[in-house]
């Protein structure tokens, strides 16, 4: 068999080595437009702070290494056209036919039509590229005020990397609150409030109309100018689907698969940010966009080219970050969004400390738990914390997916020692508190 994956990012590059894990012998041709195979785009701001010493080192594996493993590379190049009559794909050097076709094309960073977008100084935070652009402009230009447009993850996580980098920093969000997809109001601003601290500024409601400057010397937020010699635009993704459109696909938000991953040919599967899948609260069909959520659609992908047959799983999108030293954790449906969807829930929250009273060193820890108040299935949780909040987060969201209760999660069993965590733990205190509302 002759597989072709176009794409050799997350998902186009664990699908390969999946594939190659279950068969041996098929011929596995990889197309990517970057000259390596993975990297962490998650890991990008973590290089512009610092903390990650070099660029090549979010390179997840050398070349070599899929080499190895008998997996044919054309990197730099671009696929042009899918002809799937011929069953071929015509890159930019060459045609190349396939018995089964992956598509793992990604997403690209979303550029509002902001007037003044296109100056120098106004950057995305999307690629390696991206990095290595601002960083050359940092230690040409020494910029002392960033403005960043978007309180997504990336762009606090931009927005830390500039603090630590010593700028002064504004965040510009049109919504109310940030991280406004992933975290409530009341959530939200113990975030908000941490990174105030820290000297991130924040305007919410509002948004740029205008960059000022080549280079960038000021934007304008409504009528307001306020001065800024370097701009991050980090408004979200938006997937890549041309080359399956052009090629007759279906296409909505992204690239349209069955549970199998198969597109509306049979032959072509998609994986990782190009592709729908559902949602497990909502059933929806929506864009999941995290990194383990394109390892999974890669391994799913790999066994249904060799007809097993497995079914890849609503998504809960769980999710992590650190910024400065708070972690947040989050899966599932916030309450706002559930409002929204005409959800009815039932919350349990609870701020407390991640070891007990007695024990120094504990940090304050805040828990919310989201149950579906048909049903009591747990459907969401937002942690806040100073430490452990993934293995909490992480542990919820095993008990999600498993369609735990609010009882499960009110008498379920739980880890204590004093240096680790309290006695009663913070989940299970917040789910009883969810109990009492639902009794």
């Excluded at 993975?38 to 903390?51: I, M, N, R, T």
């Excluded at 190895?68 to 054309?74: A, F, G, L, V």
């Excluded at 940092?138 to 980098?165: D, M, N, S, T």
């Excluded at 510009?172 to 941490?194: C, F, G, N, R, W």
Aim: contains cysteine; neutral net charge; charged residues 30%.
């Amino acid at each position: 068999m002759k597989i072709v994956v176009i794409g050799s990012g997350t998902a186009g590059s664990n699908f390969a080595l999946f594939a190659r894990k279950l068969d041996r012998k098929a011929e596995i041709i990889v197309i990517g437009k970057e000259k390596t195979m993975q990297y962490s785009p998650c890991a990008l701001p973590f290089v512009l702070s610092g903390k990650i010493p070099k660029l090549e080192d979010i390179v997840v594996f050398p070349n070599e290494f899929y080499e190895k493993q008998k997996i044919q590379m054309m990197l730099e190049t671009e696929a042009k056209t899918i002809d799937r009559k011929r069953k071929v794909i015509i890159t930019d050097k060459d045609e190349v036919p396939y018995d089964k076709l992956v598509l793992a094309t990604g997403s690209k960073a979303f550029v509002p039509p902001i007037k003044g977008v296109e100056k120098r100084g106004v950057f995305t935070l999307k690629e390696m590229r991206d990095v290595r652009e601002i960083q050359e402009y940092i230690k040409e230009r020494k910029p002392k005020k960033a403005v960043v447009i978007g309180a997504g993850l990336i762009g606090l996580e931009g927005a830390v990397a500039f603090r630590e980098l010593g700028m002064e920093v504004l965040v510009v969000e049109l919504l109310e609150h940030l991280l406004p997809t992933m975290l409530d109001k009341d959530i939200a601003s113990i975030v908000q409030s941490h990174l105030e601290e820290r000297g991130i500024q924040f305007r919410f409601g509002v948004g740029v109309s205008e960059i000022i400057g080549d280079p960038v010397t000021a934007v304008k937020i409504g009528e307001e100018k306020i001065e800024s010699d370097i701009v991050l635009v980090a408004t979200g993704v938006r997937a890549n689907v041309d080359l399956a459109r052009e090629a007759g696909l279906e296409i909505k938000r992204g690239i349209v698969v069955d549970e199998y991953l198969r597109t509306s040919d049979p032959d072509i599967y998609a994986i990782g940010d190009c592709a729908e899948v559902y949602d497990a609260v909502t059933g929806e069909r929506i864009l999941s966009q995290l990194g383990t959520t394109a390892v999974r659609m890669a391994k799913v992908a790999a066994e249904n080219v060799f007809n097993k047959n497995v079914k890849f799983k609503p998504v809960f999108n769980t999710a992590i970050t650190e910024l400065f030293d708070l972690e947040i954790g989050t899966f599932g449906i916030t309450q706002e969004r559930a409002r929204k969807e005409g959800i009815e829930v039932v919350v349990g929250k609870f701020k407390g400390s991640t070891k007990p009273e007695y024990y120094p060193g504990g940090k304050p820890i805040t828990v919310k738990l989201i149950f579906r108040k048909d049903n009591k299935k747990l459907i969401g949780a937002q942690i806040v914390g100073g430490e452990r909040v993934w293995g909490r987060i992480m542990a919820l969201s095993f008990a999600a997916q498993k369609e735990a209760t609010v009882e499960d999660i009110a008498y379920g069993e739980t880890a204590y020692a004093p240096p680790i965590s309290p006695t009663i733990d913070p989940i299970t205190v917040a789910a009883e508190m969810a109990l009492r509302r639902f009794k």
